[in-house]
């Protein structure tokens, strides 16, 4: 869609049609959504087979050449031939669902059954790789239907090496470029996600999450990113840092989709019967399409309270005019917007940190001894000395002192892990998110997703200002960005987040704010938006 937006995050005009998509002559599906491709298909001017071959054109385009993006790490070869396949399964019997044939961009941390789609997180130490099943989540989104296109680059490890590391830069793929302007950082570390899905190089991607690698790429990127409750998604299969925290999360260009791909993915392992705030309906899969299938049109927010996080605001005069509007945006659709009192112990960062480095220890050990004995990689060990041998191509930036510091630690049963872990739920949950939604009768919380873009320095690594992703990331409590407005031509986004397996709320408000808001716009792949 081709809107112009001010610094203050106002739309002022737009040519949004239909699901946002508009076909020029040449076949060009920039912005299209999944309704804008289910007419197409419906009407049969669109096949599967057309589709892919449109993705795989942009990204050798886009991503291989012009720009470079570097968002796309491998292709998957068996794409064309599943497309084709779907092509007749739907000429027989009808399409699965809204997923069918659509070309899917999965993180490269979560395994794939495919010889031409290695599982490595973006290492040279597992470099070649291949997962000898599929994740429970991609299993699902094969049984929707959905076309595996192939992985996505991202921070390294999940950016949990190095405290000086640089996001979008993978000793593997190396560094993916913000859409918006090339010389910016895409955040992460779902970074190549969230530059694909910008960039129109696919209909959807997976991102996953820690602390905030699925909200923050998301808004730097200009694109919705949904990071589920802890539990609502398998994390079968998916290389972890935190038993505590990690998810997998859909990514998109607008609410709507980002919600279907959840439901596909919420299709194995989901929390199926958990309901959802004010006894919404299931929080899984199929909670989540009914819920989708109910919204009407004009939807509004009429008696929802929605609580402003003001404590996660205020670093900066731009983005704070952006959440302004945002807030007067939510008023307009009826809902009450409260200031709330909010706040975090200041103890958080540090018994974060402490319960991460234990649990990475643990659940990488774990992973890497169940499916990648083949990779001569068995624990954090073998990696830190892999590293350590390798050290010019693969820490030519960045070295592994968060790897180190994980390794010092002892098992889950130290009571130094576990005094961080119980003070990690008091500040987040019992005296954070439970308490200032309880004490107001909060249906939500919202905050500026965090700041725009920085330059990427690959010398002294990120430099972002601001940011809302913990409180709920350490909860393990749902949050979701939604494109707000931008500043100096970069966008922001608006976070809304909540208690556990609260998605339809969070959904709700995401949805009519979008409608009314119409923030998103497809980047112009600048070379560097100098001065800045």
Known sequence: MASTTDDSGGARDSDVKGGGGQAGPSGAYDEFGL????????????TYSELLQYYLDRIAGLDRAGPTLGAVLHLNASAEGEAARLDRERTRGGARGPLHGIPVLVKANINIAEASLPTTAGSLALKGFVAPSDAELVSSLRRAGAIILGTTNMSEWANFRSTRSTSGWSSEGGLTRNPYALDRNPSGSS????????????????GTETDGSIIAPSSKCGIVGIKPSVG??????????SASQDTAGPMARTVEDAAILLTAMAGAGGSGGVAGAGGAGAAGGAGLLQFLNAIPDDLRLDGLRIGVARTLAGYDPAVDRVFAVALDALRGLG???IESDFACGKDLDEAAFEVLLYEFKDGLNRYLRAYA????????????????????AVMPWFHQEIFAMAAAKGSLDD???????????????????????????????????????CKTDLFLGDHYIGGSASPAAIAGYPNLTVPAGFVHGLPVGLSVFGRAF?????????????RVSRARRKPGFASTLDPF
């Not at 073998?382 to 041998?389: E, K, R, S, V």
């Open 35 to 46: 309704r804008d491709f289910r007419r197409l298909f419906d009407s049969g001017a669109l």
């Open 191 to 206: 970074s190549g996600s969230a530059v694909a899905v910008s960039a129109n190089l696919c209909a959807l991607a997976v």
């Open 232 to 241: 609502l998604v398998s994390r079968e299969g998916i290389i972890p840092i």
């Open 335 to 337: 809902a009450e917007v």
């Open 373 to 392: 004995g083949s990779s001569g990689i068995h624990d954090l060990g073998d990696l830190i000395a892999f590293n350590a041998d390798h050290a010019n």
């Open 415 to 453: 009571e130094a892990y576990l005094k961080a872990r119980r003070t990690c739920l008091r500040l987040t949950r019992d005296e954070g998110i439970d308490a200032a939604m309880g004490r107001l009768s909060l249906d939500a919380l919202v905050a500026p997703s965090g700041g725009p873009a």
């Open 502 to 514: 609260a998605e339809q709320t969070l959904l709700r408000v995401a949805l009519a704010f979008e």
